[in-house]
């Protein structure tokens, strides 16, 4: 490392700062949030579940002072959900593991929708999901697992509900 932020991160850094400005402008006229972001994969707040050992410096959005501000004045909530759980064949679906999170005003909707874990996270027999493979370094989906980035109609319905 060089000691120079990368261009993706810079741009990443100001993506976040937009959206809470906006996320607070949206408050301050009584609305709420709701978004989604991958888990945490490392660090206190991530789930055994989800460590990945090989990412112990990896930082996440959340954790961004922007993100950290919004959340201590407006009550950010942090739900974390597996999003085969609503695939209505599981074995079509990859495991993809996220966050929805959401001000404290959202926070029983999207459990009543999602569940917290246990019963959030998947609990189909090893080897039923196609593989999740990353991105090559141009950014491209190495996976298996066509479509990936597209929720389930089960995930939209209950997002609608929300």
Not at 19 to 40: D, L, Q, S
Request: proline share 6%.
């Amino acid at each position: 490392c060089d000691g120079v932020i990368p261009q993706s991160v810079q741009d990443s850094n100001v993506e976040s700062e937009h959206t809470v400005e906006i996320a607070f402008a949206v408050r301050k006229v009584n609305g709420f949030i709701m978004g989604e972001t991958p888990v945490r994969r490392t660090g206190p707040k991530a789930h055994p579940r989800h460590v990945l050992k090989d990412c112990s410096r990896s930082v996440h959005m959340l954790d961004h002072p922007v993100w950290v501000r919004f959340a201590d004045s407006e009550g950010l909530v942090e739900l974390i959900w597996d999003q085969c759980r609503k695939a209505k064949v599981p074995a079509d679906s990859p495991i993809k593991s996220s966050i929805w999170f959401c001000t404290h005003d959202m926070a029983e909707h999207v459990v009543i929708e999602f569940g917290k874990p246990p019963d959030s996270l998947c609990n189909h027999p090893a080897g039923t999901h196609k593989a999740l493979c990353g991105v090559d370094s141009s950014g491209n989906y190495l996976t298996s697992a066509s479509r990936c980035e597209n929720y389930s109609g089960g995930t939209n319905r209950s997002i609608a509900r929300c």
